[in-house]
């Protein structure tokens, strides 16, 4: 919603501001820039990135009209879940879990956070610690390194579709010249016209430079950034996971383990300690 506001706001300011300045917004209507421009920049798009790349990008691009996916109830559903799981291994043993940890959509206990089951690169990244904590005999410091390495590179995969589309944006401004140029050509083979029809001719070529700049800073990048935040919060979501399950690891009870997780969450969507314990006993 606030990227349609956003959008908004910047048409209604330069368009806006220019009309009340007295220009015509007709001689701005240019759809031959507008082909060169868009056309050339996604033509280098395709070019410059795999396949991988694009369908990443593309599949991303829709949740920029969404609002935030994880906001403090997702984040209290994902502490009260691991104190539950964790209290369960306290009382009854690693193993009792495992059933849980191989089925979590029967899982009776995951059934209770629809929120986070919802999310399968959560459960998959929180099952698989502790399918490893309940089979192997890893220490807490390898599965630190190992959780580490999977959160760097699940973060890594988020970010393509950020850096793709800041890529686009950066291209825009040189392709919005490129039209330029492409018009003052046109404009010097028209030399014999009148002076009145070559100013329009003019006019016309420097639209490109105007929408190659106003299509990079105000629509395209602004888009990278936003995706690129959503990644930074998703990748919250396994720092929360990883950090909860190592301080159990060593050793801290269930409670203190997720208080633990809680302390790592941006102050925006951190739970108080006295909310997020009424929060687990209702779940419990």
Known sequence: MLVIVGYIVVL???????????????GLWQPIEVLMIAGGAMGAFFVGNTMKAVKATFKGLPSVL????????????????????????????????????????????????????ADHHVIEFMTDYLRIMVSGNLNAMEIENLMDIEIETHHH????????????????????????????VHTMESVGMPP???????AHALVGTFLGILL????????????????????KMFQTVRVTLLANLNGYAPAMSVEFGRKVLNSTERPGFAELEEFVKQKR
């Open 196 to 202: 009145a029809e070559l100013g329009i001719l003019i």
């Open 157 to 184: 995969e988020a970010l393509v579709a950020s850096h793709c589309i800041a890529k686009l944006g950066d291209g825009m401004p040189a392709f919005g010249i490129v039209a330029a140029v492409m018009g003052v």
């Open 12 to 26: 209604g300011s330069v368009f806006g501001g220019y009309a009340l300045a007295g220009g015509h917004l007709g």
């Open 216 to 235: 990079a800073y105000g629509f395209v990048g602004p888009l990278a950034s936003t995706l690129e935040q959503k990644a930074e919060e998703g990748t």
């Open 66 to 117: 969404k609002g935030a996916k994880y906001n403090k109830e997702t984040y209290m559903e994902l502490m009260a879940l691991m104190y539950e799981l964790l209290g369960k291994v306290r009382k009854e043993g690693l193993m009792s879990i495992e059933g849980d940890v191989e089925k979590p959509e029967d899982s009776p206990i995951f059934s209770k956070y629809p929120k986070i089951l």
